[in-house]
């Protein structure tokens, strides 16, 4: 099984602040490596697929890069609306797997 | 545009079996390629991948899991479920149905139906 290690655990910044976001893999995942936005009480909400491709419809403020076992999702000028969890998932191999998640809260 | 919806029981006993059922509108679940799974979410925590399938027959179970889930399709009511058997309180979780085309990641979610494992 895959695990992912997404750190930190929990980001303050405040709105106009650029947030980074990082996910590493126990094994290459190729880019085989989504991002997820989750606000309270709704289903999590794509946000990056294949690593560095947005999905439709979301913002270009928010950018994916990496390949292999390191990723990084950045968000480069926060609006109020961001401040949300915020997980990365590999869909590379069975299982599929998710990190535990980034906090990204209010400063 | 498709859309799911999860239901099912809210609340379970222990040991009992966990049902759920997701209904899809907008789109077919024979759609060939296309895979057809499950997401739970304990409460405050964090997403567990349980599994998905495909009209073809193809089917991936998360091992953990893997000895008491049970994931079918009904293709003459257009729905797909979820079966977990000798459930604990473990077991309460939000539990999304999604729709991925291999080799994307999971693109489509439901609204999540919350269960809850308790006597």
């Known amino acids: 099984e895959i695990v992912l290690t997404q750190s930190p655990g929990t980001l303050s910044l405040s709105p106009g602040e650029r947030a980074t976001l990082s996910c590493r893999a126990n094994?290459?995942?190729?880019?085989?490596l989504a991002w997820f936005q989750q606000k309270p009480g709704q289903a999590p909400r794509l946000l990056v697929h294949g690593a560095s491709s947005r999905a439709a419809g979301i913002p270009d403020r928010f950018s994916g890069s990496g390949s292999g076992t390191d990723f990084t999702l950045s968000i480069s000028r926060l609006e109020p609306e961001d401040f949300a969890v915020y997980y990365c998932q590999q869909y590379g191999s069975s299982p599929y797997t998710f990190g535990q998640g980034t906090k990204l809260e209010i400063k | 545009q498709l859309q799911l919806q999860e239901s099912g029981p809210g609340l379970v006993k222990p040991s009992e079996t966990l049902s759920l059922t997701c209904s899809v509108s907008g789109g077919s679940i024979s759609s060939t390629g296309y895979y057809w799974g499950w997401v739970r979410q304990p409460p405050g925590k964090g997403l567990e991948w349980m599994g998905s399938l495909s009209y073809s027959g193809s089917t991936y179970y998360n091992p953990p899991l893997k000895s008491r889930v049970t994931m079918s399709l009904d293709t003459s009511k257009n729905q797909f479920s979820l079966k977990l058997t000798s459930v604990t309180a473990a077991d309460t979780a939000v539990y999304y149905c999604?729709?991925?085309?291999?080799?994307?990641?999971?693109?489509?979610w439901g609204q999540g139906s919350l269960v809850t494992v308790s006597s």
């Open positions: 999604t729709r991925h085309r291999p080799p994307a990641p999971l693109t489509v």
């Open positions: 094994q290459s995942v190729s880019s085989y």
